[in-house]
């Protein structure tokens, strides 16, 4: 009924429990976890703040013999399923798994810094203006500044901005599998 081959397969987690719940599968035996996780900033009331956050929200791999382990992995604190299909568990090709690792550059957390571009839709995160949006007119790479044209009460302005005090709406997952 269940294979005899270890493979990887997808786990389904309790949001935000991912690496906790790959970690806690690490100790079951024949069971090895990947949970890629990416680092990144985001605009908070408080600023802009870092965040980590799993790679595939509320999923996990792990490679494990079903035959042997799938009730331990079933039962694992936080998972609530072993993905499948139509009711048969589908394996994920082991040629997947190292490609994501390679997005990744080997790395369990990636640190993702979402690059700007002319025509960006960016948000504000500090000053008196912050949290108002603009779009990005110039970058002026050598002093990290970005000029950014923004409507403030009624009217466009050019704002110059450090690069570090800006946000774009671009989603981190985005700039990770975006290659230059």
Not at 14 to 43: D, N, W
Not at 101 to 118: A, F, P, S, T, Y
Request: neutral net charge; hydrophobic residues 40%.
């Amino acid at each position: 009924m269940f294979s005899e081959v270890p493979a990887w397969y997808v786990i389904h987690s309790k949001p935000k429990c991912e690496h906790i719940a790959a970690g806690l599968m690490l100790g079951l035996p024949g069971v090895e976890t990947y949970c890629p996780r990416i680092r990144f900033q985001r605009s908070t009331p408080r600023g802009k703040v870092w965040f980590v956050e799993a790679l595939f929200p509320s999923y996990f791999f792990a490679r494990f013999i079903p035959s042997v382990s799938i009730r331990a992995v079933k039962h694992s604190q936080n998972v609530i399923r072993v993905v499948d299909f139509g009711g048969q568990m589908t394996p994920v090709a082991d040629e997947v798994i190292e490609m994501i690792r390679q997005e990744m550059d080997g790395q369990v957390i990636k640190e993702i810094h979402v690059d700007l571009k002319v025509g960006d839709t960016v948000e504000l995160t500090e000053g008196a203006m912050r949290g108002l949006k603009g779009v990005v007119n110039s970058i002026h790479s050598g002093e990290e500044r970005v000029k950014v044209l923004m409507e403030f009460l009624g009217r466009e302005s050019l704002v110059e901005v450090s690069a570090s005090k800006i946000l774009t709406e671009h989603s981190p997952r985005e700039a990770l599998s975006v290659r230059g």
